[in-house]
C-alpha cells in the first residue's frame, strides 16, 4: 500500500453504554482515524452504538465489525446502514458476517448454511444500499421488489465490509464484499501476526481476483491486541496487507488511553519518508 495504514481503537461492548460518550470523545480529540465496535450479544446494538458514537464525534469514522447476519432482515439492515450513511457521509464502514454460532442457535437464528446466508444476505443488502430494486428468492432472503426511498449518495454509498475466518468466508468476502476485517480468533485477543494475516488476504484477494468487484479496492482492517510493541505491529501486519488498524484496549476496561498510544506509537511507525 501507498501512504500510512487508517489507524484507530476497538471499543469493545463491554462498556457501559452511560460511559461510552466519554471513551468516543476520548478518541475523537486524540485525532484517531476509526473508532470500531462490536456487536456481541446480550451487549449494546451496533447500530444504535455507532449512530452515538457518530453523533458525539466530528471527525472520526465508526467501524461495525460486525452485525450477525441472522438477526436481521436484508431490507431492515439495508434500510437502517442507508440512515446511517445519509446521517453521517463518508463516515461509516458497516461489516457483516456469521456471528458466534452457539449465541445464534441461543437466540433462534441459527442457519443451516451459514455461508449460503452470508452470500445471500449481503448481496441483497449491497444492492439495496446501492439503490437496486432487488427480488430475491433464495434458500434464506426472499425479497420482492424492494428499493429503498432514501439509498445514499453514489457518492457517500458506505463499504460493505465481511468479518472472516475461515477459508470460506475469507473467499466469500474478497468476491463480494469492500473489505474485511480480521481478528485472533480466540479468547485472548491476541496480536495477529503478519504470516497469518498475509495467509488471509491472499485467500480472499486470490477470489476477488475473478469475481465482480476485481477492480475495486479492498480494506484490510486488522484488529490489533497490545501485548506486544505496537511500532513493529503495526509494521509487520502493513507490510503483511492489512490497511486499517485499530487497537484493542486491554481486558474489558472501557479507558482507551492504552490504545490511544498504541495508535500514536504506530503512527510515527508507519509515516511516509520525507
Sequence with gaps: MTGRPRLGVVLRPQIEPERFREAVRRCDAAGVDDVWLWEDCFLTGGIAASTAALAW?????????????????????????????????????????????????????????????????AGAVRALVHGERVTVDGRYVHLDDVA?????????????????????TLALAGELADGVVLDDGDDDHQDLD???????????????????????????VAYVGLGADPAERARELVAA?????????????????????AVAAARRATAPPD
Excluded at 148 to 168: I, M, N, Q, Y
Excluded at 194 to 212: D, I, S
Excluded at 241 to 261: H, K, R, S, V
Design 148 to 168: 429503498l426511498d432514501w439509498p445514499p449518495a453514489v457518492d457517500d454509498t458506505p463499504p460493505l465490509l465481511f468479518g472472516a475466518r475461515g477459508d470460506k
Design 241 to 261: 496487507g492489512a490497511t486499517t488498524l485499530a487497537f484493542q484496549p486491554t481486558g474489558d476496561a472501557p479507558d482507551p488511553a492504552e490504545a490511544l498510544a
Design 194 to 220: 503478519g504470516e497469518r494475516l498475509a495467509r488471509a488476504v491472499g485467500v480472499a484477494l486470490e477470489a476477488r481476483a475473478t469475481g465482480p468487484l476485481s477492480d475495486e479496492p479492498f480494506e484490510v
Design 57 to 121: 464525534s466530528d471527525n472520526v469514522r465508526v467501524g461495525l465489525g460486525l452485525m450477525p447476519v441472522p438477526f436481521r432482515n436484508p431490507a431492515l439492515a439495508a434500510m437502517e446502514i442507508a440512515a446511517v450513511a445519509r446521517l453521517f457521509p463518508g463516515r461509516f464502514a458497516p461489516a457483516v458476517g456469521h456471528g458466534v454460532l452457539d449465541w445464534m442457535s441461543q437466540t433462534g437464528v441459527r442457519a443451516a448454511s451459514p455461508l449460503t446466508l452470508l452470500r445471500e444476505h
